[in-house]
């Protein structure tokens, strides 16, 4: 079945870089594409990008232009998201969601990588 | 960047009721390119609905999904227990994705 599995929970202080991972499994990993979404305590989905394994194309939501990096590496079937300059309000738990198209719906969602930023 | 307005922001019901939710685009985007998503505590979003109206594999069909242009509408016919939850809308009409800010049902 499809899966996609997050690396571990994190912890960075304000001003430092997170980089977290998604390894697919269970299909072609060129085949479709990986967004990444984001969920602060409490807070509702804010999308952050999406990048297409294929070629690494990359498209990232205008907020985080500058701030957030994608990238994949096909030998292992992940694919990387890292934020830099971090800032307590980027606490949040980071999901990577496989969609079928570059605009589509997300399905599945892996089960999240809760990121906490603190002095 | 296209904005999503769920309404109501809670919705406080028995099972067995129904439960409609919206979901209010600021602006008509690629027809039926939306897609409602359910969260339960804990987990990760599970999509229910994509093309606005198709329900997606393994959905019960208490979830129906209609609208387009700018309105949209997540039904659940009759309230199972299991249906209590946190509901978004997200649309895909536009290169920027966006979700909407949710909908709570919670058990009266």
């Known amino acids: 079945q499809v899966q996609l599995v997050q690396s571990g929970a994190e912890v960075k202080r304000p001003g430092a870089s997170v980089k977290v991972s998604c390894k697919a499994s269970?299909?072609?990993?060129?085949?479709?594409?990986i967004h990444w979404v984001r969920q602060a305590p409490g807070q509702g989905l804010e999308w952050l990008g999406i990048?297409?394994?294929?070629?690494?194309?990359?498209s990232y939501a205008q907020k985080f232009q500058g701030r957030v990096t994608m990238t994949r590496d096909t030998s292992t079937s992940t694919v990387y998201m890292e934020l830099s300059s971090l800032r307590s309000e980027d606490t949040a738990i980071y999901y990577c969601?496989?969609?079928?198209?570059?605009?589509?719906?997300?399905?599945?969602w892996g089960l999240g990588t809760l990121v906490t930023v603190s002095s | 960047e296209i904005v999503l307005t769920q309404s109501p922001g809670a919705l406080s019901l028995s099972p067995g009721e129904r439960a409609t939710l919206s979901c209010r685009a600021s602006?008509?985007?690629?027809?039926?390119?939306l897609a409602w998503y359910q969260q339960k505590p804990g987990q990760a979003p599970r999509l229910l609905i994509f093309?606005?109206?198709s329900r997606a594999t393994g959905i019960p069909d208490r979830f129906s999904g209609s609208g387009s242009g700018t309105d949209f509408t997540l039904t659940i016919s009759r309230l199972e227990p299991e249906d209590f939850a946190v509901y978004y809308c997200?649309?895909?009409?536009?290169?920027?994705?966006?979700f909407g800010g949710g909908t709570k049902v919670e058990i009266k």
């Open positions: 969601a496989r969609s079928e198209r570059a605009l589509s719906w997300f399905d599945p």
């Open positions: 269970g299909y072609t990993f060129t085949g479709k594409y």
């Open positions: 990048i297409n394994p294929t070629a690494g194309g990359t």
């Open positions: 602006q008509s985007f690629s027809s039926s390119s």
């Open positions: 093309g606005a109206s």
């Open positions: 997200q649309q895909y009409g536009s290169s920027q994705l966006t």
